[in-house]
């Protein structure tokens, strides 16, 4: 092995994703030498000045090789731990629930006392309207702490048992950011908003370093799987000691175990912690070419589904208008603090009050060099909104994925009107934003080609509705390849080594099943992942 120089990857088509050209111009090979690519052309140039016994040479069959997709907001940890608890997708309501834990605690020898988790549950799914209250819960599993979260992770149902043990009564006040749902004689219901959802968390055993590594090891696996090289990770979400999850990538970092390379998103309340991060040199691209800490992850809002989300006008039919879980001034210290401290921000802003809020923030920092400051979702704006983002140099972290699942009920929640300037990601990039792509998993599933798919046909994975949701705002194949490859580079800073396939840039790519630039787009969604390379390595192969 000592001898192998070289790999040279020979008889494919290699879509370098350089600029737009490329895309009707692929080439055949490209050689990699320690992580890095030396050299790429033709089948011919590269055959003929590399070739020699020193060479492993890998035949791509002619399939299609695009940079290694990077996934630019997701939380891998979540999605590792999620995928260790009770799955409540597409359940139709209390009764389903009931059922799906039973069948757990059956399964899994789930002895009382012990907490019970789970999430997925979408009440837009719920045969009867409303959500469930604990007095239903109470009759699953009453010797069992319960706590069930919402496919958007902003909303809890807890058991009696569950509010018990973490104290939670009508003398508790809500905390800030987060709201405990009361009857009329304030009792909790069992239904808990953001941050009260950290009141029950906070109780429940965390997992020790080993735990925490062999999930996230778990979660890597399978991200590599849907041809993920690079993750862009939020992973201190509902977890009481973030350290447990810094020190479990150290120490994978050192012991060379990461798969993919890592951006760790570091969430945070205060401005205090965000000192404190930066005292430890923990701060915005640190680290080396596998592990980089990543930007200060700051959240303004909930998510549009549970009606939690900031709008500046009420909701659709309601006197709701959700709620903003900062203010203002909090913000701007908050993102002032993070730039003074070197350290990117990251907003997270569904609604548009919460996604404006943030674009003032960002437009008080004009003297930082290069701050490039990211909104996370941005899911309803306004065309000036989207102005004051593009002339801030705001980055939009977009979830083409959403739209699938959100399609329905998007104007039942805003009007029509409204509708049009939400998931507008044609109209952001023609406004000069720059957009990436990104799924936040587990919220929804993280294959990058689900979220192509979405941005390009605006149909759910079953294809509906015809012709596309609001369809005007259809991304082109290539930009939206370049969404979850270029700009997520660029939003990391890290366009110097990756993004594209150029000479002296990391060999980290993805081997397609089908030409993804030349195929019924309808057709996308089903794409094969043959492989996915992280520094010409394969840490991914499809069996064939
Ligand atoms: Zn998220």
Sequence with gaps: ?????????????????????????????????????????????????????????????????????????????????????????AVTGIEDISRRIKNYIKDRNIVPGKWIEGSGWNDKDFTTPGLPEKEELDLIAPENPLILKRACYHVA??????????????????????????????SPTGVLYDDAIDLVENKIPQKNIKQTKELLQQGFEAAARTGLSSLQTDDFLNIKDPSIILQAYQELAEENKL???????????????????????????????????????????????????????????????????????????????????????????????????AANSFSRIKTINNPRPIIVHAQLGSPSIYQKMARNKVIAAVQPIFLATDWPIIEDRVGT??????????????????????????????????????????????????????????????????IFTVNPAYQSFEEGIKGTLEIGKLADFTVLSEDIFHLDREKIKDITILGTYVGGKAVYKAKT
């Design 1 to 89: 092995m000592g001898l192998i120089m070289k790999t040279i990857f020979r008889n494919g088509k290699i879509y370098t994703m350089k600029n737009q050209e490329t895309v009707n111009n692929p080439l055949q090979a490209m050689v990699v030498k320690d992580d890095y690519i030396l050299d790429l052309g033709t089948e011919q140039y590269i055959m003929g000045k590399y070739l020699n016994n020193k060479c492993r040479v890998v035949d791509l069959r002619e399939k299609t090789v695009i940079p290694g997709f990077n996934d630019a907001h997701l939380h891998i940890y979540q999605y590792a731990l999620s995928n260790s608890k009770i799955r409540l997708n």
């Design 157 to 186: 149902l807890v058991n009696t048992r569950a509010l018990e043990i973490c104290q939670i009564d009508k003398k508790t006040p809500d905390p800030a950011g987060g709201k405990i749902e009361r009857d009329n004689q304030g």
């Design 259 to 357: 798969p993919l390379r890592i951006n760790l998103q570091l969430r945070v309340n205060q401005a205090e912690e965000i000192i404190k991060f930066s005292r430890q040199g923990i701060k915005t691209g640190r680290g080396n070419i596998f592990f980089k800490y990543g930007p200060i992850k700051i959240i303004a809002d909930g998510s549009l589904g549970a009606c939690t989300a900031a709008l500046r006008q009420p909701y659709f039919n309601k006197s709701t208008k959700g709620d903003l879980l900062l203010s203002q001034t909090d913000l701007n210290r908050l993102v002032s603090t993070a730039y003074k401290e070197d350290c990117q921000v990251a907003v997270h802003a569904i609604g548009d009050a919460a996604v404006e809020m």
């Design 417 to 482: 009107d409204r509708s049009f300037h939400s998931y507008a990601w044609q109209s952001m990039q023609q406004s000069g934003i720059k957009i990436c792509g990104s799924s936040d998993a587990p919220i929804e599933p993280f294959n990058p080609l689900y979220g192509i798919y979405a941005a390009v046909t605006r149909h759910d994975l079953a294809g509906n509705p015809q012709g596309g949701w609001h369809p005007a705002e259809q991304l082109s194949v290539y930009d939206a390849v370049k």
